[in-house]
């Protein structure tokens, strides 16, 4: 579990599913993610069950759940495995009530902190849709530098990529 000033920021958990459902619901939240809705509860079940534990089992990483130090979920952040590019990327996803509230900003620093300090990793990316202001902003913010565009052969989407090294990696603490 990370903590920071304001909030918790843990291993997603079995009874987070309807709230990850409930974010994934919002159009405006899903819309420049690339990724889907899934259509029921047990969808939500599944992929913490096959994929978010399993992945902090395995890697001591993962999209971790970001609440306030009272509970109240905010979304997720966190560092995620791809195996088949070897790469570690940082992702973000908020309840749109609690955006320009600086809780990506702030948890995202931590899940860096984390991932170059506690797992000593070397690299650190980020990928965020060119018209996605807000992330780009987050990405910028946390320090990590523009490195291009980037094309998945399954997505005919460009994504723009940031990356940081271990050594350009700059926080108290
Ligand atoms: C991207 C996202 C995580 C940002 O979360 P957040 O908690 O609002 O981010 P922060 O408050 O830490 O920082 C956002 C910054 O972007 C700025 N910003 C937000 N919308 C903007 C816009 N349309 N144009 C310019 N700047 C914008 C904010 O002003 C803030 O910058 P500032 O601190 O200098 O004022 C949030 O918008 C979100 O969950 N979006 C939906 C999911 C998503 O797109 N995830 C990223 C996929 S790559």
Known sequence: ML?????????????????????????????????????????????????????????????FSVTLKNGTFLGWCGLKYFPETDEVDLGYRFMKKFWGLGYASESGLECLKYGFKTLGLKRIIGKAMPENTASIKVLQKLGMTFRGYVHDPTDPQAFILYEMKQGEFKCEG
């Open 3 to 63: 903590v920071t000033d304001r909030l918790i920021i843990r291993p997603t958990v079995m009874e987070d599913a309807p709230l990850l459902m409930d974010l994934n619901s919002d159009p405006e939240v899903m819309r420049y993610t690339g990724d889907v809705e899934f259509s029921n509860i047990v969808e939500y079940q599944n992929l913490i069950r096959e994929r978010l534990i399993p992945q902090f089992k395995t890697h001591k990483m993962g999209r």
